[in-house]
């Protein structure tokens, strides 16, 4: 397997998991989760081994502790 296309399997799982949410925030959070899931990408060592919950730690992490802010205002939209 190619590494595109290993990254296009990972990407649409993150997708699976996120992409409904993710498409709601502002576009530099959705960047900060962006840049988050190719971080958590690369620090695997088989990263088709990622699990939902790392996704969600992912979006947890942007959303609930570095822009807690943002995520509020947007969750009362």
């Keep these: ?6 990254q296009h399997i990972f ?6 998991v996120l992409a409904e949410r993710v498409s709601q ?13 190719e971080r958590l990408y690369f620090e695997k060592e088989d990263p088709l081994q990622t699990i939902d ?11 609930e502790h570095v822009f807690p ?3 509020e205002a947007q969750r009362y939209r």
């Design 1 to 6: 397997m190619t590494e595109a296309e290993k």
């Design 25 to 37: 925030l502002d576009v530099i959070v959705q960047q900060r989760i962006y840049a988050s899931l």
């Design 11 to 16: 990407l649409k799982r993150a997708a699976s």
């Design 69 to 71: 802010s943002v995520f």
């Design 53 to 63: 919950d790392e996704f969600e730690g992912v979006y947890e992490l942007i959303t």
